[in-house]
């Protein structure tokens, strides 16, 4: 099956500092990614659906000048954490839709974000 | 999207056949039922898709009633690597349809 990729699977970082997470689809073209942050015991949230070549549609509640998403290539997509705070702590994962496919989507294996 | 309603939890004998509810009775015609599963700590998984007929793959079977308005999920011989948290999802076709995940099922496969 088709494979997404994220890095860096875990980061330590201090408040304040910014954090950019990648997530690539390895063997296919994903016209759209979609962004997720999962808080220990809940379900997955959806931050943000991008698109190539247009700017990212965030959910209500997201703030999109915290949450810097550029998907520059048919291939990857980066998610920013500006200014990150420990309530910003938890696991993000990213999925991708191929460009051709029955719309099953692809997940990243996630990157634990941790914030001092 | 439709919203679905499963159980919180489930246990299953290790190879037995798990049978994993899903109630989405607010379903429309062109929705298409997906299921994924996420094991601890990784990123979701996808298992298995239908429309209106059942489904079968090398992971699972899918059972979707005539009525569409619930399905059930078949791993036919659980296995402990199957212990997972379970999500069914309703979804429209279409690259740009974005899935909203819910609680889920936890199975947890007893040895």
């Known amino acids: 099956g088709a494979v997404v990729s994220q890095h860096p699977s875990w980061v330590i970082c201090k408040s304040g500092t910014s954090v950019k997470i990648e997530c690539r689809s390895l063997?296919?073209?994903?016209?759209?990614m979609f962004w997720y942050r999962q808080f220990p015991k809940q379900s997955l949230m959806l931050m943000a659906t991008?698109?190539?070549?247009?700017?990212?549609?965030?959910e209500q509640g997201v703030e999109k000048d915290k949450f810097l998403i550029n998907h520059a290539s048919l291939t990857l997509s980066t998610l920013t954490v500006t200014s990150a705070h420990p309530e910003d702590s938890s696991f993000y994962i990213c999925?991708?839709?191929?460009?051709?496919?029955?719309?099953?989507?692809?997940f990243g294996p996630g990157t634990r974000l941790t914030v001092l | 999207d439709a919203k679905t309603t499963q159980p919180t939890s489930m246990d299953c004998a290790e190879g037995r056949a798990a049978n994993l509810p899903c109630n989405h009775s607010t379903i429309s015609g062109n929705e298409y039922v997906y299921w994924y599963r996420q094991i601890h700590s990784q990123g979701p998984q996808y298992i298995i898709h239908?429309?209106?007929n059942n489904e079968t793959n090398e992971m699972a079977s899918l059972i979707i009633t005539e009525d569409r308005k619930s399905s059930t999920l078949i791993l036919p011989h659980a296995t402990l690597r199957d212990t997972a948290v379970y999500y069914c999802i309703v979804s429209l076709y279409g690259g740009y349809q974005k899935v909203t995940f819910g609680t889920g099922t936890k199975l947890q496969v007893i040895p």
């Open positions: 063997d296919f073209q994903a016209t759209t």
């Open positions: 239908g429309l209106k």
């Open positions: 999925s991708a839709r191929e460009q051709r496919g029955f719309n099953e989507q692809f």
């Open positions: 991008s698109n190539e070549g247009s700017k990212a549609t965030y």
